[in-house]
């Protein structure tokens, strides 16, 4: 159980386009979804925490109108990067924290390559 | 501010025991957390430690936590070929009236035959 899914593994697409990337939670659950960001050879910076029915949280230097999330059902959130720009080509990769669980215990899913030309 | 640190590389024998080391600077860490991380695979929780405790040992993994010098490590006995991944640790910190994960650079261990 507890097995996250993301779509599309892979994307390429030209500059200035918009790209959306989804993220389920298939066997459960996930009040909290959370969107990271992961350079190589570097940590996951978290980028922003999505809640079901409510804004999503970003943190600090994470531009809200660039990378937009919507949290529309328990098992889906998704992430569109607007205007993507060569900068933006990166490894993205959700989790979901089914809900009662403690903080740790996110579900991650594998992740998403974006390479921007 | 939060800063988790790893060294990035490990090289091991295989049926030797792999030791993975990670320093953190925030005290209010509650929960601190090894993660395993396969190419093309998201990230899978291997083991907990509450801040309260030194040691927890689940089959083959032994987390050690020295809470003064704050220093976590992940002892892996008996390393197989199988183990080969970057393994994160990552430190539960408070942001804002929420918590958040934050995680260190990850640790790529090489099993070699």
């Known amino acids: 159980g507890a097995v996250v899914s993301q779509h599309p593994s892979r994307v390429i697409c030209k500059s200035g386009t918009s790209v959306k990337i989804e993220c389920r939670s298939l066997?459960?659950?996930?009040?909290?979804m959370f969107w990271y960001r992961q350079f190589p050879k570097k940590s996951l910076m978290l980028m922003a925490t999505?809640?079901?029915?409510?804004?999503?949280?970003?943190e600090q230097g994470v531009e809200k109108d660039k990378f937009l999330i919507n949290h529309a059902s328990l098992t889906l959130s998704t992430l569109t990067v607007t205007s993507a720009h060569p900068e933006d080509s990166s490894f993205y990769i959700c989790s979901a924290k089914p809900s009662g669980r403690g903080f740790g215990e996110q579900f991650f899913g594998p992740g998403t390559r974006l390479t921007v030309l | 501010g939060e800063d988790v640190e790893q060294s990035l590389f490990l090289s091991v024998r295989e049926g030797d025991s792999s030791v993975i080391n990670c320093t953190y600077t925030?005290?209010?860490?509650?929960?601190l957390y090894w993660y395993k991380q396969e190419p093309g695979a998201g990230l899978q929780l291997l083991t907990y430690?509450?801040?309260?405790?030194d040691m927890k040992q689940d089959q083959r993994l032994t987390v050690l936590l020295n809470k003064k010098d704050k220093h976590l490590s992940l002892r892996i006995a008996d390393t197989q070929t199988g183990d080969s991944a970057i393994y994160f640790c990552a430190e539960s910190t408070p942001s804002g009236s929420a918590r958040q994960l934050t995680f260190g650079s990850g640790t790529q261990l090489t099993v070699l035959p």
């Open positions: 999505s809640n079901e029915g409510s804004k999503a949280t970003y």
């Open positions: 430690i509450f801040s309260n405790m």
């Open positions: 066997d459960f659950q996930a009040t909290t």
């Open positions: 925030d005290s209010s860490s509650t929960y």
